[in-house]
T-cell receptor, first 112, second 115 residues
Framework: GNSVTQMEGPVTLSEEAFLTINCTYT??????LFWYVQYPGEGLQLLLK?????DKGSNKGFEATYRKETTSFHLEKGSVQVSDSAVYFC???????????FGAGTTVTVRA | NAGVTQTPKFQVLKTGQSMTLQCAQD?????MYWYRQDPGMGLRLIYY???????DKGEVPNGYNVSRLNKREFSLRLESAAPSQTSVYFC??????????????FGEGSRLTVL
């Protein structure tokens, strides 16, 4: 079946540090891949997505590249801010299957 | 824009009590979902409704029932609550069958505690 594995947190960083959150997946066919973010007390919201191999999704300074050869979709940001403190979820959906499978989530705390 | 609205936001139940979580979306989406979020386990799909008039089980349906009342509303019912159902519940909606987006729109969550 489909599954997503994320690096375990929590992750604590200082402002302006580089952030990487690893995500690997298992799926048949060619899934679409997503990163969702959950700010404290809120629901999840889409951060970025990629629908085919070698696509790069980007938003708010975050980037992730769909790597089919390594079945990965790692999230990166070059210089984090306190406002980036949140829980980040990697997710996938298969073609013709609109349900999403989520990873366990990674809690990121950025300190001033 | 309201988006996805869930009620109640907080609820405390005793074991064996029943309750219904309500969800409504105003985006004219075909598909709606109920997830639960537990520490270290991410989001797990309880039930979903691909379109009005249909419902299907997700990963963890035991102990729950759902009703797709109309295109806007999708409710989740706990008939006899158990402490293992203590969780944060999220309703979400999306367009059906659009592989290029797959984007879910989430409500703010309902925190349920079963004593």
């Amino acid at each position: 079946g489909n599954s997503v594995t994320q690096m375990e947190g929590p992750v604590t960083l200082s402002e302006e540090a580089f952030l990487t959150i690893n995500c690997t997946y298992t799926a048949t066919g060619y899934p679409s891949l997503f990163w969702y973010v959950q700010y404290p007390g809120e629901g999840l919201q889409l951060l970025l997505k990629a629908t085919k191999a070698d696509d790069k999704g980007s938003n708010k300074g975050f980037e992730a590249t769909y790597r089919k050869e390594t079945t990965s979709f790692h999230l990166e940001k070059g210089s984090v801010q306190v406002s980036d403190s949140a829980v980040y979820f990697c997710a996938l959906s298969r073609a013709n299957d609109y349900k999403l499978s989520f990873g366990a989530g990674t809690t990121v705390t950025v300190r001033a | 824009n309201a988006g996805v609205t869930q009620t109640p936001k907080f609820q405390v139940l005793k074991t064996g009590q029943s309750m219904t979580l309500q969800c409504a979306q105003d985006m004219n989406h075909n598909s709606m979902y109920w997830y639960r979020q537990d520490p270290g386990m991410g989001l797990r799909l309880i039930y979903y409704s691909a379109s009005e008039g249909t419902t299907d089980k997700g990963e963890v349906p035991n102990g729950y029932n759902v009703s797709r009342l109309n295109k806007r509303e999708f409710s989740l019912r706990l008939e006899s609550a158990a402490p293992s159902q203590t969780s944060v519940y999220f309703c979400a909606s999306s367009e059906k069958g659009n592989r290029d987006t797959g984007e879910l729109f989430f409500g703010e969550g309902s925190r349920l505690t079963v004593l």
